[in-house]
């Protein structure tokens, strides 16, 4: 069974950092792409970054280019988002999703969600 | 960036109807590469459609997707209680990869 666990939210002053985990189970997991979708209270999904199975490609929404670091770790099954330079917009439920297939950006499992308040 | 526009925003039916649901695209999503979800309240998304027609692993044959171009569709042809949520459409076929704003389904 697929499992995504997302970890590291809170709340946090503008201007500061934070370091969300996502630990991966249930599949190969350098097999596959993963990404971050977030989701402001009331709102709808918007898309913040997205990593290759092997880490080679990553890819960020210009809306925290810069300021975010996607990466992982294929050893320990855990991919990483760090933020920084933290914005009251950034707040929000953070997902962490498998890609379908790397290469394709649909998401065909999702993590429970942690929220980052700033 | 490709706008997506789903309508309407809120649709109110009773179980047993037929749901249609519209996301339009502001631009052509190439290859028909549209995607929907669907999002229960309190829950993550969940993956539904892709490719435009693909149903995804383990979902039910009453949900189903068409269209292409500009205009697609999500239609569930006989709702059941737990269908009822907020569903969105996601295009990636070009970059940045982008959402439409949902369409809540809500028990009339």
């Known amino acids: 069974e697929v499992q995504l666990l997302e970890s590291g939210g809170g709340l946090v002053q503008p201007g500061g950092s934070l370091k969300l985990s996502c630990v991966a189970s249930?599949?190969?997991?350098?097999?596959?792409?993963m990404t971050w979708v977030r989701q402001a209270p009331g709102k709808g999904l918007e898309w913040v970054s997205a990593i290759s199975g092997n880490g080679g490609h990553i890819y960020y929404a210009d809306s925290v280019k810069g300021r975010f670091t996607f990466s992982r770790d294929n050893s320990k099954n855990t991919v990483y988002l760090q933020m920084n330079s933290l914005r009251a917009e950034d707040t929000a439920v953070y997902y962490c999703a498998k890609n379908l297939r790397d290469g394709e950006a649909t998401y065909d499992y999702w993590g429970q969600g942690t929220l980052v308040t700033v | 960036e490709i706008v997506l526009t789903q309508s309407p925003g809120t649709l109110s039916l009773s179980p047993g109807e037929r749901a249609t649901l519209s996301c339009r695209a502001s631009q052509s999503v190439s290859s028909s590469y549209l995607a929907w979800y669907q999002q229960r309240p309190g829950q993550a998304p969940r993956f539904l459609i892709y490719g435009a027609t693909s149903r995804a692993t383990g979902v039910p044959d009453r949900f189903s997707g068409s269209g292409s171009g500009t205009d697609f569709t999500l239609t569930i042809s006989r709702l059941e209680p737990e269908d009822f949520a907020v569903y969105y459409c996601?295009?990636?076929?070009?970059?940045?990869?982008?959402f439409g704003q949902g369409t809540r389904l809500e028990i009339k």
């Open positions: 996601q295009q990636y076929g070009s970059s940045p990869i982008t």
């Open positions: 249930g599949f190969t997991f350098t097999t596959y792409a």
